[in-house]
Every structure is written in structure tokens, then in C-alpha cells.
């Protein structure tokens, strides 16, 4: 990491908490508030810049409170819809992220997701119709709707590929609690399964070359509220063992305490691998939220780890089934899918002038593949 990014790290100790910045003698202030923004915390950041830099980050505290008031007023309209329909409903992510947060307002929001339970999946669909919702994208996971300026994603299931955490979500939303986020009640899953959805988001986006600090930032207020040594060894541990989690976590938490000012109070993380602490934080560093600072290489990189890790034919054949719309209408051309998926790369490679390069690519994404391969995310 520049003493950019160190600076950066600093202000989120003591924005977070309270620790005094210890701040690098050469800052870049304008170098600092372009990696706040690119890693999405400026407004969180903020709090601790000294004074007399102060002016240069109000207008992103100023955008982050109307949107997270927009975000939130939009949410709980829908809550009130869903309560009055009898259909059940958690957030993911978002205000349930936020209510960890000593000032909520500071963690940026985008779009609400919420899961309802798969039986009443289409009741909702035609509900969030009914009531003004406009219908934009449809997948296997989610539907995703947009209503007076604010995205709604509705989760037909969290998990993806490679982690299936649903049986535990599906428990959990029936038994959902009640929260209250700046006066604004909600539901949300129960403590340890709404830590599971935070960890698996961090796994998410780590696998697509997409994680920033946003996401480690929601699971390092997590701990810090509800996962100390004792809550850890009494469940946690288990559930993230049982998803082949338990590394990232640790590595994770470990990170969050040596680089984000996380209590040392936390002490179940200690055993960690240093050197890993560090590259996990390197992989962030390189990527930012949802890979705004890698741009196409990063997407580039994502694309050769996976392949390194399922093998080309693998690759090509799961990811050719489904972005395929004719396979999606007539299932016998399964067996060419891989086909297709290869001549659509070429296609990209040549648009890019970057021609067929699948090998180079594998080649470049040793060392992040190493890193991933170490905390058991593949």
C-alpha cells in the first residue's frame, strides 16, 4: 500500500473507532479522497480529516445522508407493503449492515435486497407490480425492480455457486427480528445468520475480484457488536466451518484488527497467518468497491482464477449455460455451450484488442489465485 491508502486506513480507525489517526508526514489529500470514494467510504472516512481539509469531503458526506435517507424511506414503504400483503420478508445487507454502525448514516447504501421465502416468491413479485414497482431484470437469484429513484432487489435465494448458505437463511427468516434504524423499524435475520450473509457477501465479491472495504468494513462492525470469543466458540465457529468459511473469517478479522483499529478485545482471530492478513488487505487495496479501481484487469484476473480453479472446459460450460439465451429456450443445446461461451471471449478479446489470450490470463492470476487457494474461498 502508498501512504495514501495507509491515511485512508488511519481515518477509518478513528472514524470507526476513536482511535487517533496516526497519519503519514507526505499525505495526497486529493489522492486520499479518490481511494475513499473508490473504496466507498468517504462519508464514513470523513468524520476523522483533520479540519482544515475538511471542506473537500462535505459534498460526499452531504450525497451519502440523502441517500441513505432516500434508501431507507424507500425501504420502509416497502416493509409497510409486504406487513399489510401477510407476505414475510428480511433485508440483506444494507440497513442490516448499518445498525452495527456507530453512525449508520456514514455507510453508504445502494439497493434494498431482500429474501422472502420461496414459496411466496411470485406473491411477491406480483405485489411489488401492483404497487409501482417497475420490473427491470430478472434472474435465477433475484428479480430487480426500481421505484422513485431507489433499487430493489428481490432474492429468490442468496447462495450462489460453490456456497450454499440457504438452508440457514431459510431458518432463520422464520424466526426474523424486529430492528429499528434511525426510527425506521425493520425485519432482519437473527444475529448469527445475518453474520453469515455478510461473511458469504464478502466471499462473493472476493471470488469476482470485486471486494473493497464496504464489505469488510460490514462484517468488522458485525464483530465488533456481536462476535466476541465466546459468541464465536458458541456457534459461529461451527456454522462458518460448516461452509468452509472458518479461514476467511478468521484472516479477515485478524486484518481488521491490525489495519482497521478493530478492538483487541476480539482475540479468537489471533492465530491467523499474518502474511495472508496482508495480502487479503493487498487484494482489497488492488480492487476497491466492486472493482471500480481494477477495471477490466481485475475482471480479466477474476476470470483466470476461476479457471485455474474448475479448469477451461468447466469454465466455459457453466458460464456459457448461463449467459445462453437459446440454451435457456431449447435445453438440447446444452452439450454446446462451451462452444458459445468461447466464441463470445474471442469476440471480447478482439473488441478489445487484446485477441485470445486465456492463457496469459490463467498466468496472471496466479498470485491472486494463491491467495484465495490459502483462505479456502475455491
Not at 437473527?190 to 471470488?207: I, K, Q, S, T, Y
Request: net charge negative; with cysteine; glycine share 8%.
Amino acid at each position: 500500500m502508498d501512504q495514501n491508502q495507509i491515511a485512508l486506513l488511519e481515518l477509518l480507525k478513528e472514524s470507526l473507532f476513536g482511535q487517533k489517526a496516526e497519519l503519514p508526514d507526505d499525505v495526497d489529500w486529493a489522492a486520499v479522497l479518490e481511494e475513499a470514494r473508490a473504496q466507498t467510504v468517504a462519508a464514513l472516512a470523513a468524520k476523522a480529516v483533520p479540519a482544515e481539509r475538511q471542506k473537500l469531503w462535505q459534498e460526499d458526506v452531504l450525497r451519502s445522508r440523502g441517500n441513505f435517507i432516500r434508501v431507507l424511506h424507500g425501504q420502509t414503504r416497502l416493509v409497510k407493503t409486504f406487513e399489510e400483503a401477510g407476505v414475510p420478508l428480511v433485508i440483506l445487507k444494507g440497513a442490516a449492515a448499518a445498525v452495527y454502525y456507530p453512525e449508520p448514516a456514514g455507510r453508504a447504501m445502494g439497493d434494498v435486497d431482500f429474501l422472502v421465502p420461496r414459496d411466496r416468491y411470485e406473491d411477491a413479485l406480483q405485489l411489488m407490480t401492483e404497487h409501482g414497482y417497475r420490473r427491470f431484470s430478472e434472474g435465477e437469484q433475484h428479480a430487480e425492480f426500481m421505484k422513485d429513484g431507489v433499487e430493489f432487489e428481490l432474492h429468490r435465494r442468496f447462495s450462489t455457486e460453490g456456497l450454499e448458505v440457504e438452508p440457514a437463511l431459510i431458518a432463520g427468516l422464520a424466526r426474523a427480528e424486529t430492528k429499528n434504524l434511525c426510527g425506521q423499524e425493520f425485519p432482519m435475520l437473527p444475529e448469527r445468520e445475518n453474520g453469515l450473509v455478510l461473511l458469504a457477501h464478502v466471499c462473493f465479491h472476493l471470488r469476482s475480484g470485486r471486494l473493497g472495504l464496504r464489505q469488510v468494513i460490514d462484517w468488522m462492525m458485525y464483530v465488533h457488536r456481536c462476535l466476541d470469543d465466546e459468541a464465536w466458540e458458541n456457534g459461529f465457529r461451527e456454522m462458518a466451518a460448516e461452509y468452509g468459511l472458518e479461514t476467511l473469517a478468521v484472516t479477515m478479522t485478524r486484518m481488521c484488527r491490525e489495519w482497521l483499529g478493530l478492538p483487541a478485545a476480539v482475540t479468537w482471530c489471533s492465530d491467523a497467518d499474518e502474511a495472508l492478513c496482508a495480502q487479503l488487505l493487498d487484494v482489497i487495496s488492488s480492487s476497491g468497491n466492486f472493482g471500480r479501481k481494477s477495471g477490466e484487469q481485475g475482471h480479466i484476473e477474476a476470470v483466470g482464477t476461476r479457471i485455474r480453479n474448475i479448469g477451461l472446459f468447466h469454465y466455459l460450460q457453466s458460464t456459457g449455460e448461463v449467459s445462453w439465451k437459446a440454451y435457456k429456450r431449447y435445453p438440447f443445446l446444452k452439450p454446446f455451450c462451451w462452444i458459445y461461451r468461447g466464441f463470445q471471449l474471442a469476440k471480447r478479446g478482439m473488441k478489445t484488442g487484446r485477441g485470445i489470450s486465456i492463457v496469459e490470463d490463467v498466468d496472471r492470476s496466479k498470485d491472486r489465485y494463491e491467495v484465495l487457494k490459502s483462505l479456502g474461498v475455491y
